[in-house]
């Protein structure tokens, strides 16, 4: 039987430490995230708050690898030159950078609906965001989980 003092105890307690740190490093940059979601969004509508609707994110909710994920956005709108969709952005929760795609639109578009394929680094929440051409913004916001975090891949 090992004694609980000396060299073991001392090995105990660094490890004990040590996991300690690696959980609060892990948690604090989660807590963090869904503050600087918000603040990306508001930063790109000018302090709007968008509106929950008209948009809609079409993602898998389940996600097998984060390299590569194919989304598409539509918004509801007639698309003509008083009512159409001005631009639509994505915005993410984890990733480095919360900005991940803009798109510009106008009335000779036709529709409004953009696909695009976009990196998820870990399961998330993503926002898209529609800037109308009447000033008003549009939102929707869905939950993906990544089983294979995109930065993860390739390392060993």
Not at 51 to 66: C, H, M, Q, Y
Not at 72 to 84: G, L
Not at 149 to 156: N, Q, V
Request: proline share 5%; aromatic share 4%.
């Amino acid at each position: 039987m090992l004694a609980k003092t000396g060299p073991n105890l001392k090995r105990r307690r660094l490890l004990a430490g040590s996991a300690a740190l690696g959980a609060t490093i892990l948690v604090r940059p989660a807590a963090a995230a869904p503050d600087e979601l918000a603040a990306a969004v508001q930063a790109w509508t000018g302090g709007i708050k968008p509106t929950p609707g008209r948009v809609k994110f079409d993602i898998a909710s389940l996600v097998d690898n984060g390299n590569a994920v194919p989304v598409t956005v539509s918004v509801d709108s007639a698309m003509t030159a008083a009512d159409h969709v001005a631009a639509i952005a994505i915005f993410n929760e984890r990733n480095p950078q919360r900005d991940v795609a803009r798109f510009t639109l106008g009335p000779r578009a036709g529709r409004a609906k953009v696909s695009t394929r976009i990196r998820l680094a870990t399961s998330q929440k993503l926002t898209a965001v529609a800037k109308m051409s009447d000033g008003s913004y549009w939102s929707d916001t869905v939950d993906v989980v990544v089983t294979l975090a995109a930065c993860i891949e390739g390392e060993g």
